[in-house]
């Protein structure tokens, strides 16, 4: 049985992402989306607990996709698996040099980590998490790029924020 980890920060998950997570559902037996913290990115508009909760409904539609989160390294927390992979999506070069260290530092710490990437869909090479964030501060309608599921606590808390 081979499991596959999608790591983010997932604040809030996007249409982006899920498409990632659809398509290594399709690809690995098991999922688990694995909620964390990026240190780059402090002040997170929701907590690890209400992103679970909120991947957690909008994943239910598939058999195979599981959602945990972890606040410590993920290349510990791939230690629980034997042959643990790391699946994240690809957007654009500016991704690139990133999630390229990334990788290599996760598998200096844990060697038998294996880390894949998907290209993102055209569609969504452009949508990130920061720019929801930004448009929710607008008002503007998010239907086209976040999960209907949690479109509502998105401009709830964009609201309760302000800009
Ligand atoms: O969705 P993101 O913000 O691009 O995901 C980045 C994330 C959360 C996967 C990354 O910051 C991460 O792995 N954080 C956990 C802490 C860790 O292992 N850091 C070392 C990686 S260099």
New binding site residues.
């Given amino acids: 049985m081979r499991t596959a980890i999608c790591?983010?920060?997932?604040?809030p998950i996007t249409l982006g992402?899920l498409n990632i997570i659809r398509r290594t559902a399709r690809i690995f037996d098991k999922v688990v989306v694995?909620?964390?913290?990026?240190?780059?990115?402090p002040s997170p508009m929701f907590t690890l607990e209400e992103r679970v909760d909120q991947i957690g409904r909008v994943v239910a539609r598939f058999g195979n996709v599981t959602v945990e989160a972890?606040?410590?390294?993920?290349?510990?927390?791939a230690r629980k698996f034997d042959e643990p992979v790391?699946v994240?999506g690809l957007r654009a070069s500016t991704?690139f040099e990133?999630?390229f260290?990334?990788a290599q530092?996760?598998k200096s710490?844990n060697p038998a980590l294996e880390t894949m990437f998907l290209t993102s869909s055209e569609k969504y090479t452009f949508l990130s998490?920061s720019m929801v964030r930004e448009l929710a501060s607008y008002g503007a309608d998010l239907s086209e790029f976040v999960p209907f599921e949690v479109i509502e606590e998105v401009e709830r808390k964009a609201r309760q924020r302000g800009r």
């Fill in positions: 790591p983010g920060s997932f604040d992402h694995l909620v964390m913290y990026n240190a780059s990115k972890h606040d410590g390294l993920l290349a510990e927390y790391i994240k991704d990133n999630e260290q990334m530092i996760n710490i998490s």
